[in-house]
Structure formats: structure tokens, C-alpha cells
């Protein structure tokens, strides 16, 4: 299977080219902005750009893991979440109707206004912020674009080895070895899931060719921040370093409302994930299990 990664820089796109490499799948990845050896150049902005790029490869599935993930800067730039979010991967699915290529979106549940998580994918989506909205329409946009024969997986609170280290556990470790407080909020529950399950998972769906909406997560629909956080900083007690600094260390968890986010946060937006473990069981990697992170430090 010919499969192009579309954001292969970021922490999913990463990992989703590293599991079709592990499969023996013939696989390409892009980047925008940040560069990693291996990867092509393409920004989907560029349509003829886009279009070459999908002719010369001529992919069986195209997977879109890019697109702007900060919820804040989404909240104070609308039109650009929208493009980014919604009329890029619908475009970009348009196009890979004219070649037959299927179609990868992955979207999050985030999607959900969190007031009764955790939540299905049969569940009705109700956003609460400019990035929840553009993700919706990104996930309609998507599906109407390929008749409904695109695969969307919902993802939440993800995690693992990645060149940029954005992710919360890279945070945590910062913080601790440089003796910073930390402020997490106290009120938001979702699962901590590692982006090598995400993969995994994928992949999975890809090789059944399977459709439509999936919840993809790892255990602890309702784990707060301050649960996660705690788990983090129990894999970390492996180095002897960090565990003389996590003695010392002090963390401050405070309500979402005392934070004053630009954009305002669904608090309980844990994923049921039934569906996936049922077609495709996997013993999910817990988030206090930080071995990938070590091996990238």
C-alpha cells in the first residue's frame, strides 16, 4: 500500500509514517514549516503544488495529520483555523477522489462541549470554541467531499516521542528539571493517549478499509490533568536525576476558569472507545510508561 503522510514533522504524522515503514508499506511524508530529514516539502495552500505531488505518487490512502492544533490562537484567528482545519483537508480530499486515493482526517473530541464525557461516536457533537468548530467542519467537510468514504479518527490529550517536544509529558520534564512551577488546570478529563497506539490503530483501519468516525484512545476517559501529571512524574522517578528534582518539585492545579484562556475549554471530553477495542484490541500504553521519551532525550 502506497501512503502519503500529509504533517509527517508532527508528533501523529510521525508516528503514523514510522508504523507503515514497520508494516512494509511504501510511504512519503510532508512538512510545512518544521524540516525533518526524509521529508518533502508541501504547503496546502498550493493546490497545483498539491495536486503534482498526489499525481507523481499516486497514493492509496493520504492520511492529513496537519493543521492547527492551538486551541488559543484558533480562538483569535478564526478565518485561519477554518482554512487550515476545514478547507484545506476538504479540498485535499476532492483531489484525492480524482486520483482514487481514500482519505485520512483525524479530528478529536474536542468536538464535544464536555458536559457529559465521556463520549461515543454515535454521540452529537456540540463545540464550544473556533478550533472544536473548524475540526467539525473539517470532519463534515471531509466526508461529504468522499461520500462518506473517508476514515476519521477523533483523538484526544496525545502524547510521546516528538521532534518538537510540544507535547504535556515534554512539558512536565521541562518543568521538573528546571525546578519551574507548573500551572495545569484541575477540572479537564480526558484519556492520555500515546501516539504509537494512534498509529497502530490507523493503520489497522487502513489495511480492513474501514470508514467513517472512530474514537482512538488509550485508557482513562475520565483522568484528569492532575492525574496524568502524576503519572508523568512517576515514569520520570526511572531517572535518579529526575527524581531527586521531583521531591522538590511543585506543581499548582487551579479551576479552567482561574487560567483566562482565549478560548474556553470542554472540561470532560474522554473518548468511549468500545468500537476500536472491539475490532481491533490493543493493550494501550499508559502514560506513566515513558520509555519513547527517554529514548529521544
Same mark, same amino acid.
Given at each position: 500500500?502506497?501512503? =502519503?503522510?500529509?504533517? $509527517? ?43 503534482? #505531488? ?11 495529520? %496537519? ?17 487550515? /482545519? ?12 480524482? *486520483?482514487?486515493?481514500? !482519505? ?7 468536538? !464535544? ?14 463545540? *464550544? /470554541? ?7 467542519? $473539517? ?11 473517508? =476514515? ?14 510540544? /507535547? !504535556? ?8 528539571? %528546571?525546578?519551574?512551577?507548573?500551572? &495545569? ?9 500515546? %501516539? ?16 467513517? &468516525? ?5 485508557? $482513562? ?10 503519572? &508523568? ?8 536525576? =529526575? %527524581? ?27 473518548? #468511549? ?6 475490532? !481491533? ?8 510508561? =515513558? ?7
Amino acid at each position: 500500500m502506497r501512503v =502519503l503522510v500529509v504533517g $509527517g514533522s508532527g508528533l501523529v504524522g510521525s508516528h503514523i509514517l514510522a508504523e507503515a515503514e514497520r508494516r512494509g508499506h511504501h510511504v512519503v511524508g510532508t512538512y510545512r514549516s518544521f524540516v525533518l530529514p526524509g521529508l518533502r516539502r508541501l504547503d496546502l495552500d498550493d493546490e497545483a503544488a498539491t495536486a503534482a #505531488v498526489l499525481q507523481e505518487i499516486r497514493p492509496d490512502w493520504v492520511v492529513h495529520a %496537519a493543521g492547527w492544533t492551538w486551541v488559543d490562537g484558533c480562538e483569535t484567528d478564526p478565518a485561519r483555523a477554518m482554512r487550515e /482545519n476545514a478547507a484545506q483537508p476538504a479540498r485535499l480530499a476532492e483531489l484525492c477522489g480524482e *486520483i482514487g486515493a481514500r !482519505f485520512v482526517y483525524f479530528s478529536t473530541t474536542y468536538v !464535544f462541549d464536555g458536559t457529559a464525557g465521556p463520549y461515543r461516536e454515535t454521540d452529537s457533537p456540540s463545540p *464550544i /470554541n473556533v478550533y472544536s468548530r473548524s475540526k467539525l467542519a $473539517g470532519e463534515r467537510g471531509v466526508l461529504e467531499a468522499t461520500r462518506g468514504s473517508a =476514515l476519521v479518527p477523533r483523538i484526544i490529550c496525545v502524547w510521546g516521542r516528538e521532534a518538537q517536544q510540544k /507535547n !504535556f509529558a515534554y512539558q512536565v520534564m521541562r518543568a521538573v528539571g %528546571a525546578g519551574q512551577t507548573l500551572k &495545569i488546570p484541575s477540572d479537564q478529563e480526558g484519556n492520555p493517549t500515546w %501516539a504509537g497506539d494512534i498509529a497502530a490503530w490507523t493503520l489497522d483501519l487502513l489495511e480492513a478499509g474501514e470508514c467513517g &468516525i472512530w474514537h482512538l484512545a488509550g485508557e $482513562g476517559a475520565r483522568m484528569t490533568r492532575e492525574g496524568w501529571l502524576c503519572a &508523568i512524574l512517576r515514569g520520570l522517578e526511572a531517572d535518579a536525576d =529526575l %527524581a531527586t528534582r521531583i521531591s522538590r518539585w511543585r506543581y499548582e492545579a487551579v479551576p479552567t476558569s482561574v487560567l483566562a484562556q482565549p478560548a474556553p475549554r470542554p472540561l470532560r471530553v474522554g473518548a #468511549v472507545t468500545e468500537r476500536i477495542q472491539s475490532q !481491533f484490541p490493543r493493550v494501550a500504553r499508559l502514560p506513566d510508561d =515513558l520509555s519513547v521519551l527517554r529514548q529521544a532525550r
